[in-house]
């Protein structure tokens, strides 16, 4: 049995930040990757464009094929993590080509097994054409199919969903986006940013269906084993040779059912990393992070969150002190060359309006939207269309570092640029400080 002073479940983004900063920290230490998947870590964030033949496969790596050699790391690629054994310190894996699993040993370990799209109990949902959109698999299951779809129903109209509409539009196939909300990205974006993104989507053909929900996936009369559209609740129904499931993403915690580490809708860690278990650290998209704007718990799936968290929990696994105290949910996307960003909240709570002040600039005729929510003179939330993502980054920056800006709100929102920022804090950003 191979014994490993860090041993890492999860190649994505947590799991790599982690053994980077181990390595910074630890030179000679043994360290092992575990992960599912068989393939090099990759960005998540570019398989749509993988899909659209935007981006090809050797760019889709996250980092290069001899990351692992050159950090003298061992890589466990296509070995399912399937139990952990807290008390004995030792992780159970299987990989499709065995019969039976092994068992490998650590003395720290890391859980970033990040998270898995949500397959809803729909009627049909098992047919063959029905995918989800969350790792390189779904894209190549997508891709060897192509050639027979004509048409496409989108269910879910968050960013996963947008995104992989747009890939198929680009592939010249007709989409359908059916989304359970009012609008898209609704999670993002208030109802003004969203309708600038439903334009973009409504110029390229795509229909897309709010306010109504999808109640079975249609199996074909001629194939039943395969899927041929959707019916809403609205009694009508949609033919299609596609149907993607993007209706969200949950933290997968199955390594931890029932055992000492401690969940909520993710595993709750501290600062640190560090997980209710001592010697077990938890990051990425796996774990439940505290929001600064809103002062709860709750996951937040956001790449550079997850990268910066597992170096947090990589250098505390190797013995140097670092903390984060806390994250804000920061989303930046384009749909057809249209840049969207976003930060914090995009509008007041219901019913707490009167404790916002909110400053808007809007021009529709080129989609410039910019949007600023402030509590007690403090940034809380921010939303950009088009050409207002110019230079937004200042204005995330005084959100991240919940800076009061009362005394100079309307210039910086107005004239965003750091000749706006009060002489103190332009130096100290001119410095890098």
Known sequence: MKTYRYLIIGNSAAGIGAAEAIRETDSRGSLAIVSDEAANTYSRALIAYYLAGEVGRERLNYRPADFYQRLGATAWL?????????????????????????????????????????????????????????SLADVEAVRSGLDAVRRAVVIGGGLIGMQAAEALVKLGREVVVIELL?????????????????????ERGVQIRTGTAVTAILSDPRRPSRAAGVSLATGEEIQADLVIVAVGVAPRTELVA??????????????????????????????????????????????????????VAGFNM?????????????????FFGFPVVSAGLH????????????????????????????????????????????????????????????????????????????????????QGR
Do not use: C
């Open 258 to 311: 029932d055992s000492p580490v401690r969940v909520g809708k993710g595993i709750i860690v501290n600062g640190k990393g560090e997980t209710s278990r001592p010697g077990v650290w938890a990051a990425g998209d796996v774990v439940e992070s505290y929001d600064l704007i809103s002062g709860a718990l709750r996951p937040l799936p956001i790449w550079p969150k997850a990268y910066a968290g597992g170096r």
């Open 182 to 202: 009012d609008r898209v990205l609704a999670p993002v974006l208030d109802a003004t940013g969203s309708a600038a993104v439903e334009r973009r989507f409504a």
């Open 78 to 134: 296509g070995r399912r993590a399937e139990r952990v054994d807290f008390a004995a310190q030792r992780v159970s894996v299987t990989a499709a080509t065995q019969r039976d699993g092994e068992e490998i040993a650590y003395e720290r370990l890391l859980i970033a097994t990040g998270g898995r799209a949500i397959r809803p109990p729909l009627p049909g949902i098992g047919l063959e054409g029905v995918a989800t959109f969350q």
């Open 347 to 430: 509008s007041p709570p219901p019913g707490e309006e009167s404790a916002y002040e909110v400053l808007v600039e809007h021009r529709p005729e080129d989609g410039y939207y910019k949007k600023m929510l402030l509590r007690d003179g403090v940034i809380v939330g921010l939303v950009g269309t088009g050409p207002a993502v110019d230079r937004v980054g200042i204005l995330l920056g005084l959100l991240r570092e919940r800076v009061d800006v009362g005394s100079f709100k309307d210039q910086i929102f107005h004239r965003t640029g750091l000749v706006s920022l009060p002489h103190p804090l332009r130096q100290r950003r001119l």
């Open 318 to 334: 190797a013995g140097r002190t670092a903390e984060r105290k806390g994250d804000v949910a920061i989303n930046a996307s384009h």
